[in-house]
């Protein structure tokens, strides 16, 4: 029987600004690797380095279990381990060179890795899994269990004597069903909720129901999934639910789909077996604003238990939306917030500042529409090229200190563009501050025009802008500055 070591590279204490939220999401990719491994009777264990202090604690768990392989297995889910961070690189470097000391093969599969699978070989990787890994992960495994030659098999990289060899794709999986569910039982999952519930007050898990993205925005990479979308049958969602659901009682859900209920009749589907199974929860998806502008499916994503829909609006300008090749209007984020609040679905945005050819008066329209529909939350980033993507190819010469961002509030601009990184430091502070005071009178005047809606929070938003008034003139001074120097 092989033995297996089964990690990830996401370290939560590596980055400042994820480990103050106290949010953590489970280490899906891991698991499913491991839950499919698992299936062929291979002895696997786990190691999450979720909440370690640093990359040395895998030398435990490597004398003790004594692996055949040991797995780096990073989440093709979240976006933050496709934006690849330095401090999670070198992380990943550490546990390799540690497992190779202790007499194991290695393999690693990620964004990062499949994108840049000669430096993890030379690191001391034996093999880089590229792309979607688990039907790959299955057959190195019994290849090598066999004693048979593994390097020519479909969806690896790898080196034979000195030289490296990258062999084709593997297809995509497009029966999502056969998948096992994940390892859930591997991680601690009493920690993550005494996390959330210290952090939040609730309990939320990460689940995936689809894979991949058929749009092809320009900066938008997919090294995992690729362009191809392929989604798990509602009965299977359900199920995987409903067993989360009386062994760990969450409350919330990230469905951390790059686009959540894409295929005709699906999301409807999920909400009537959702109230025939009575499974009542809330949840928050990520989709895009063109596929939120019929008022049925909304009705229906409400029905579901969606309370947040986070939207890739990333423009107020029109000119940036095409330079993108978004394939959005202006309008339709304008009427996708419109019918989301009608039904009582939080939007969020994503908004992107700093593409090529923007300028202040683009800036401008971007601050305008946030200003204009105020959503519940924005997330606001300078853009970040990505391997693999039009916009990367676009800017890639220019990029010679700084290619990643060293965590996720780093921020840098690491191409040449209108101004310079600071004046793009500066606008994500004030354009959160103008959007915090905007927020604030919005609020005054709701409780001005219903006193009877005052809660403890809208009290709190409200006053709030005593200290927003004064923090967006100070912004607005420091910005003005920086844009002429």
Same mark, same amino acid.
């Given at each position: 029987?092989?033995?297996?070591?089964?990690?990830?590279?996401?370290?939560?204490?590596?980055?400042?600004?994820?480990?103050?939220?106290?949010?953590?999401?489970?280490?899906?990719?891991?698991?499913?690797?491991?839950?499919?491994?698992?299936?062929?009777?291979?002895?696997?264990?786990?190691?999450?380095?979720?909440?370690?202090?640093?990359?040395?604690?895998?030398?435990?768990?490597?004398?003790?279990?004594?692996?055949?392989?040991?797995?780096?297995?990073?989440?093709?889910?979240?976006?933050?381990?496709?934006?690849?961070?330095?401090?999670?690189?070198?992380?990943?470097?550490?546990?390799?060179?540690?497992?190779?000391?202790?007499?194991?093969?290695?393999?690693?599969?990620?964004?990062?890795?499949?994108?840049?699978?000669?430096?993890?070989?030379?690191?001391?990787?034996?093999?880089?899994?590229?792309?979607?890994?688990?039907?790959?992960?299955?057959?190195?495994?019994?290849?090598?269990?066999?004693?048979?030659?593994?390097?020519?098999?479909?969806?690896?990289?790898?080196?034979?004597?000195?030289?490296?060899?990258?062999?084709?794709?593997?297809?995509?999986?497009?029966?999502?069903?056969?998948?096992?569910?994940? $390892?859930?039982?591997?991680?601690?999952?009493?920690?993550?909720?005494?996390?959330?519930?210290?952090?939040?007050?609730?309990?939320?898990?990460?689940?995936?129901?689809?894979?991949?993205?058929?749009?092809?925005?320009?900066?938008?990479?997919?090294?995992?999934?690729?362009?191809?979308?392929?989604?798990?049958?509602?009965?299977?969602?359900?199920?995987?639910?409903?067993?989360?659901?009386?062994?760990?009682?969450?409350?919330?859900?990230?469905?951390?789909?790059?686009?959540?209920?894409?295929?005709?009749?699906?999301?409807?589907?999920?909400?009537?077996?959702?109230?025939?199974?009575?499974?009542?929860?809330?949840?928050?998806?990520?989709?895009?604003?063109?596929?939120?502008?019929?008022?049925?499916?909304?009705?229906?994503?409400?029905? $579901?238990?969606?309370?947040?829909?986070?939207?890739?609006?990333?423009?107020?300008?029109?000119?940036?939306?095409?330079?993108?090749?978004?394939?959005?209007?202006?309008?339709?984020?304008?009427?996708?917030?419109?019918?989301?609040?009608?039904?009582?679905?939080?939007?969020?945005?994503?908004?992107?500042?700093?593409?090529?050819?923007?300028?202040?008066?683009?800036?401008?329209?971007?601050?305008?529409?946030?200003?204009?529909?105020?959503?519940?939350?924005?997330?606001?980033?300078?853009?970040?090229?990505?391997?693999?993507?039009?916009?990367?190819?676009?800017?890639?010469?220019?990029?010679?200190?700084?290619?990643?961002?060293?965590?996720?509030?780093?921020?840098?601009?690491?191409?040449?563009?209108?101004?310079?990184?600071?004046?793009?430091?500066?606008?994500?502070?004030?354009?959160?501050?103008?959007?915090?005071?905007?927020?604030?009178?919005?609020?005054?005047?709701?409780?001005?025009?219903?006193?009877?809606?005052?809660?403890?929070?809208?009290?709190?938003?409200?006053?709030?802008?005593?200290?927003?008034?004064? $923090?967006?003139?100070?912004?607005?001074?420091?910005?003005?500055?920086?844009?002429?120097?």
């Amino acid at each position: 029987m092989m033995k297996v070591l089964i990690t990830h590279s996401y370290f939560l204490r590596f980055d400042a600004k994820q480990w103050g939220l106290q949010q953590p999401y489970a280490p899906i990719g891991a698991m499913y690797a491991s839950a499919v491994l698992r299936k062929m009777n291979c002895e696997v264990s786990f190691h999450d380095t979720m909440f370690a202090e640093k990359g040395d604690e895998v030398i435990a768990p490597l004398n003790k279990h004594k692996p055949d392989w040991f797995i780096i297995y990073d989440d093709g889910f979240n976006y933050l381990t496709k934006m690849c961070l330095t401090n999670m690189r070198d992380a990943a470097f550490e546990m390799i060179q540690l497992a190779k000391d202790s007499g194991c093969k290695v393999a690693v599969s990620s964004s990062d890795s499949t994108d840049r699978y000669e430096e993890y070989l030379q690191k001391g990787a034996d093999v880089v899994l590229l792309g979607e890994a688990e039907e790959t992960i299955q057959e190195l495994i019994k290849l090598d269990a066999e004693q048979q030659s593994w390097h020519h098999i479909k969806g690896i990289a790898c080196k034979i004597a000195i030289d490296t060899i990258c062999n084709p794709r593997r297809a995509v999986i497009k029966d999502l069903d056969n998948i096992p569910f994940p $390892a859930w039982d591997l991680i601690d999952m009493a920690q993550y909720k005494q996390r959330w519930l210290s952090s939040s007050g609730y309990f939320s898990i990460n689940m995936g129901t689809t894979r991949g993205c058929p749009y092809k925005c320009n900066w938008c990479a997919k090294p995992i999934y690729g362009n191809r979308y392929n989604n798990r049958s509602v009965e299977n969602v359900v199920e995987e639910l409903k067993m989360l659901k009386e062994k760990y009682a969450f409350d919330h859900v990230w469905f951390c789909d790059d686009i959540f209920g894409l295929k005709p009749g699906w999301v409807k589907a999920f909400a009537d077996l959702l109230e025939k199974e009575n499974i009542k929860f809330q949840f928050k998806i990520q989709s895009r604003v063109d596929l939120l502008l019929e008022d049925k499916q909304i009705a229906d994503l409400a029905r $579901a238990g969606c309370n947040n829909v986070w939207v890739g609006a990333e423009s107020g300008s029109q000119n940036i939306l095409d330079a993108m090749d978004k394939g959005t209007q202006v309008e339709q984020i304008y009427e996708a917030t419109r019918l989301l609040k009608k039904h009582g679905i939080k939007p969020a945005f994503f908004i992107q500042f700093g593409y090529p050819g923007e300028t202040m008066k683009d800036i401008e329209k971007t601050m305008d529409m946030i200003n204009d529909l105020l959503p519940e939350d924005i997330g606001v980033s300078v853009s970040y090229p990505l391997p693999g993507t039009k916009f990367y190819e676009q800017v890639k010469h220019e990029m010679v200190n700084k290619t990643n961002w060293s965590d996720s509030d780093d921020l840098a601009l690491m191409f040449k563009n209108t101004y310079q990184a600071n004046f793009y430091k500066q606008l994500h502070r004030y354009v959160h501050k103008n959007y915090r005071k905007h927020q604030a009178v919005e609020t005054i005047k709701l409780l001005f025009n219903s006193p009877s809606k005052s809660t403890y929070f809208t009290l709190k938003r409200a006053a709030s802008y005593a200290w927003y008034l004064p $923090a967006t003139f100070i912004e607005k001074k420091k910005l003005n500055r920086l844009q002429h120097e």
